[in-house]
């Protein structure tokens, strides 16, 4: 590979800085270290790089070695998107279990307490939260990971998150501007288009994103989606029109912009990630996100020489990505002043806690106050005293999600009850799947013992809806948990919806269905 420069002159070190790059490993590599060395300001952190909290502590240690001002960011949204608990399941619901609980204070408890816990382990910025309204109940990438469909809702518990978070020193980034809600496509799959007109726009989509930029995020996210209402030509990641005439200038947001993932097939597949790394800073944009599929040193290289290259040529202004620059630098000293600020003696200033009805002592716990509140229970049956049979009804695993992320009750009625057997069902209409022969698989391997049914967005996948209402037609006192979006009609002797499949949402149905706490 040609490198354009060896020397870390201001266009190079301003280029750098735009980056949001990941690595492989546990550990820092050399080439990491660097290039945060040359100008690097931020790097992007995901499971693969996460071991224990004592060594990502001892991680994010080392780059601030490197760099002490640099940001280290996470894509840590809590409940089915975890990256800290990503081989054991969150210790906190997602959005959408906060959202049917809707009590401000407890989403600003819980987002509050997982700052402290990033904090702890040295990472300042955390992707999150999703200001999406999820007005598509069929949307297959943001489900769970929005408050709800309502935007009110949406927008006070966005609000609420941001507060929670930084005032636990770690900075927002509120996505996916300007909403990925309405969408029935993954952009991590292809760019999606929402065909609706300005007025939905402004009354359903951006509402959260107002609320949050009033609550103080420090930064905002684009979403890979073509808006026509808004740009027939180009996704927002790479609109002028939304990101500086909208973002910008309509809705005041001054903090950094940052992409999302520039892999993610809606950008990579139709641009190309450097040339559309070019045209988001020239949109607007100030920082690029990458690093959750490419997470190489030439990837880097190739963003950086890219931007240069577009600067010489005329292509990109050179004080457009010298502006991107310094609102990435901007933050990174936000959280330096934060920092100093927590630390044993200092005056807190910034990054202080807002006023709350839970208290610091509830902190380790909220989790699974807040997962136990967002319980909805339909029917009854008499607790479960004896092993039962878990049916997880499995579907294809959302990108953003990931597959190593286990979900589920059978782990936490394990707990309770010794001897609870578990089997994973799949399939898909495409495959062929017969729904009457996979019910009688489990109804096989359950024997005479009770099953209890997982499904996760029964309301978008026939074969699961098929297949569920087979057993439940042999056998009718068969507990079902909806671990996903509640859209279908509760069925089962006893249905019960967790809002989210977090470790946690299973433990607070595991109790329900067992009636013990331990």
Known sequence: MTTLVSSTDTLTRDAL??????????????????????GLSSVGLFGRNIATPEQLAALTERLRAERDDVLVAIDEEGGDVTRLEVRHGSSFPGNYALGAVDDVDLTRAVARELGRRLAA???NLNWAPSADVNSNQDNPVIGVRSFGADTALVARHTAAYVEGLQSAGVAACTKHFPGHGDTSVDSHHAMPRIDVDLDTVHARDLLPFRAAIAAGSKSVMSAHILLPALDPDRPATLSPQILIGLLREELGFQGPIVTDGMEMRAIASTYGIERGSVLAIAAGADAICVGGGLADEGTVLRLRDALVTAVRNGELPEERLADAAARVRG????????????????????GTAPGTAYGAASGTEIGLVAARRAVRVTGSAPPLTRAPYVAAFTPVANIAVGEETPWGVAA??????????????????????DPAALAGDLLAAAGDRTIVAVVRDAHRHRWMSDALDAVLAARPETVVVEMGVNEAEPRGALHIATHGAARVCGRAAAEVITGRRD
């Open 412 to 433: 936490e009625l394990g707990r309770l009850l010794p001897g609870t057997e578990t089997g994973s069902y799949s399939g898909a209409e495409a495959a062929g799947t």
């Open 121 to 123: 382990c040295g990472v």
């Open 331 to 350: 933050l990174a000293d936000w959280t330096l002043r934060v920092r100093g600020a927590s630390e044993p003696g200092a005056d807190a200033q910034e």
């Open 17 to 38: 800085a735009v980056l949001q790059p990941g690595f492989l490993g546990t550990t820092a590599p050399d080439w990491l270290l660097r290039r945060l060395g040359e």
